[in-house]
């Protein structure tokens, strides 16, 4: 059964493969639900952890219940979730470019962070599961392509949203 979890929302027992969505959120287009379509067309017996906090009607009623007290928080339920998604699933980075700028604030900032930290994780423990992806317009990609190369040379920089959800679910499905 499709199941998606949204910020704060704890849930204790997750049963089926976890994908996480990592990526820009504030001044990026609308991917989330995107992925979650994508995703779970192909997978239904998913569970995916999106940070988004909006989504359109068709998203809407795959979120699950849970208890919301739980973080103290938002950063605490993402941290959580990653965790679990790095060893049960796979966190899924999709990259793309900026939709609309805004001076103050640096695009894309915590993701920047969250790669670094799993491409580093990875570099020390290739039982990580990530995967990374871009529309080509995100600053600095090929900055970000030349370290994945340095500390993750088997990962791929895929060119599509659908052939990044295509290797998450590959990763969440590998014994």
Partial sequence: M????IPRTYVKDIND???FLA???GNAPNWHDEAIEILFSKEPNLTIASPRWEFSGKIAHYIVEGDEN????ARAWERHYLDISSKTGAILFWLPGQEFHDCKKVYG????????QWMTNYKHDNNIRFCV???GK???IHTIEYDLKIDAPDKKLFNTLE????????LSYQK
């Fill in 2 to 5: 499709s199941k998606l979890i």
């Fill in 17 to 19: 493969p976890l994908i």
């Fill in 23 to 25: 990526g820009p959120i």
């Fill in 70 to 73: 739980y973080f103290s928080r």
């Fill in 109 to 116: 900032a915590m993701t920047r962070v969250e790669l670094g």
């Fill in 133 to 135: 992806g871009t529309d």
């Fill in 138 to 140: 995100f600053s600095e």
């Fill in 163 to 170: 052939q990044t959800c295509d290797e998450a679910l590959r």
